[in-house]
């Protein structure tokens, strides 16, 4: 199956171009496959800054994150395969079984790893599948799950489903996507051995992200309380999915 590469970026054009462009570069993928959606008002920068800009297809987009991946389901065709990268990605990271210690090592190829999580989609008649979310070795499995499960959209490949595109929260755009893509298709896919290594945020900042999204979480478990409940760490709300739906 055909696939493009999809990468919203705002502000970032140095980032984009010294991390997840150049880890591209590296797997040797074509470059022509990567779409870069920007907010209008920097497109001009992107073009001017960006010297990847005859490289890849740069695209006017939306501003805010809900806004722009929601923009980038409306720019492709409904059942378009997609790969939704962060811009800001180091390494794709893989855990493999070893005879002392299982490592964590580069993913050996990116496109075989894409077209074979495609087929296994294809074979699931399931439409998006994910990574683990967290990049800590301990916390990883060499499995892969088909129930509920958080999809982040630092690097996901999904059949592009335009009804479950559709995102109106703003803060949990990725929790919303990851349940109506699994009830849609009874199932998600995600890799619990594969991670991605980016920018670390600041966690002051991230804290104060999660004040943020206090309303949007109690307002999100009311509409899908059958799948969903909020668990209380420090003080600050977070969501969790229900096991064995």
């Known amino acids: 199956m055909d696939y493009v590469i999809a990468i919203p970026s705002t502000n970032r054009y140095n980032t984009i171009n010294k991390k997840t462009c150049r880890m591209l570069r590296g797997y040797g993928i074509d470059m022509k496959r990567v779409y870069v959606f920007v907010p209008h008002n920097q ?14 297809n740069v695209v006017i987009g939306k501003d805010g994150i809900r806004a722009q991946r929601n923009y980038i389901s409306e720019y492709f065709a409904d059942g378009q395969l997609i790969v939704c990268l962060d ?12 005879v002392n210690k299982n ?5 050996e190829c990116l496109e075989t790893f894409i077209l074979d999580t495609a087929l296994a989609l294809n074979e699931k008649k399931i439409s998006l599948a994910g990574i683990y979310p967290v990049n800590n070795y301990h916390f990883l499995k060499l499995n892969k799950t088909y129930n509920l499960q958080y999809i982040s959209g630092s690097f996901k490949i999904f059949i592009n489903r335009k009804i ?17 893509y699994y009830l849609h298709d009874n199932g998600v896919m995600r890799y619990n051995n ?15 992200i999660l004040e943020e999204k206090k309303f949007e ?8 309380e059958d799948y969903c409940y909020i668990k209380k760490r420090r003080n600050i709300l977070d969501l969790q999915f229900k096991k064995n739906i």
């Open 87 to 98: 811009d800001d990605i180091l390494r794709i990271l893989e855990l493999k079984p070893s």
């Open 43 to 56: 497109y001009r920068k992107y073009k001017r800054r960006f010297y990847t800009c005859n490289e890849v």
């Open 164 to 180: 479950c595109e559709d995102r109106i929260f703003h803060l949990l755009e990725d929790w919303e996507t990851s349940l109506k």
């Open 217 to 224: 979480i109690m307002v999100f478990q009311e509409k899908y």
């Open 103 to 107: 490592l964590l090592r580069p993913v």
């Open 194 to 208: 594969v991670v991605v290594e980016n920018e670390y945020y600041d966690l002051k900042q991230y804290d104060r």
